[in-house]
């Protein structure tokens, strides 16, 4: 079999038959990639530890008939701060679904490769909900939906204030054009301006962001309706992290 190198992230697991398990990475030179890991399950095997979520790996992989297999591992930066802490998990954990849920596979995006391991590192060591809200945003921008939040998407006039916010149209909407989206909803100014700041900046910005606890949830509920209303997907994990910040 065709051998290949990758550097990547693992974004999910799952088991097959009695000791293999099926690992799903995204690759910055081949995208999305699933692949098996013969054995992976067994004790002692050469792959513990080292195929965990999160973690940012690279691999020898060779190209199968339905999957690929995973023949070498060595990992990078396992992201161990993450799996320490509740709050970092369930933000890593909604990372690392919308760059599974919201891309095709086996097509290359180095760009948000790029945005998915720097979000992972920053909600390791820093805000893991900024984080979170920021990888939202930049997956937004790099697929080409924006969103919008200066001006109306609909006429391209200036946004100076609060307005209305449309997910299936990708931005603000001003008064006059309200009605073109019947589910659109209220935004304040401060959230526009911090999705707008999230959308252009980089990850390492994110410390100049200062919010309320209103207002970040303000931001992380437009986010995930924008994610879920252009990729057409309804995520799993928000409603985790919601019963794991009740519970911190």
Known sequence: MPVYRVEAIVLRRANLGEADRIVTLYTREHGKVAAVAKGARKPGSRFVGRLELFT???????????????????????????RGDLGRMGAASFIVEV???????REPFPV??????????????????????????????????GPVTDRCVV????ITGGAAFSAALGGALC????ERDRGAVP?????????GFLRETGAKALGRVVL????RTEVEALLRRSVEERFEIRLRSP???ERITRLR
């Open 56 to 82: 940012h790996l690279r691999a020898l992989l060779a190209r199968g008939r339905t999957l690929d297999v995973v023949s070498q591992v060595e990992v990078v930066e396992p992201f161990a701060a993450i």
């Open 99 to 105: 760059a599974d849920r919201a891309t095709p596979e």
């Open 112 to 145: 948000l490769y790029r945005a998915l391991r720097d979000a992972l590192l920053a909600a390791a060591e820093g805000d893991a909900g900024l984080a979170a809200a920021w990888f939202a945003a930049q997956v937004l921008a790099l697929s080409g939906y």
């Open 155 to 158: 006429c391209q006039r200036p």
């Open 175 to 178: 008064g006059p054009h309200r």
């Open 187 to 195: 935004a304040s100014a401060v959230a526009l301006a911090t999705i």
């Open 212 to 215: 309320d606890r209103a207002q």
């Open 239 to 241: 409603p985790v992290i």
